[in-house]
């Protein structure tokens, strides 16, 4: 699976976002999708994931309520919209892809960078 996230940009504080991730190679209807990101100086870290048939999700608690992730499996494309964000949104944004028994993901996309300002 080949994974292109894009949307990333510049935005002011409180603005919103919308980042893609289109998969080739494979179809996504079999692997869950997440979305990671990576601050500068930080680990990357989990920003919430979606299930094969887009019924379940979860987030970080630092995102609750702010983001939300979907999933179109017929364009085999997943999507993170980001709202209300925050100078400490600002980071490298990776969408991801593993089979539902893997612990961790198994592919990855380039990252697309997000930048909030205050």
């Known amino acids: 699976v080949q994974l292109q996230a894009s949307g990333g940009g510049l935005v002011q504080a409180g603005g919103s976002l919308r980042l893609s991730c289109v998969a080739s190679?494979?179809?996504?209807?079999?692997?869950?999708m997440g979305w990671y990101r990576q601050a500068p100086g930080k680990q990357r870290e989990l920003v919430g994931s979606?299930?094969?048939?887009?019924?379940?999700?979860n987030y970080a608690d630092s995102v609750k309520g702010r983001f939300t992730i979907s999933r179109d499996n017929a364009k085999n494309t997943v999507y993170l919209q980001l709202n209300s964000l925050k100078p400490e949104d600002t980071a490298v944004y990776y969408c991801?892809?593993?089979?539902?028994?893997?612990?961790?993901?198994?592919?990855w996309g380039q990252g697309t960078l997000v930048t909030v300002s205050s």
């Open positions: 979606i299930s094969i048939s887009g019924g379940s999700t």
């Open positions: 991801s892809a593993k089979r539902p028994l893997r612990n961790r993901p198994e592919f």
């Open positions: 190679g494979s179809i996504i209807n079999n692997y869950v």
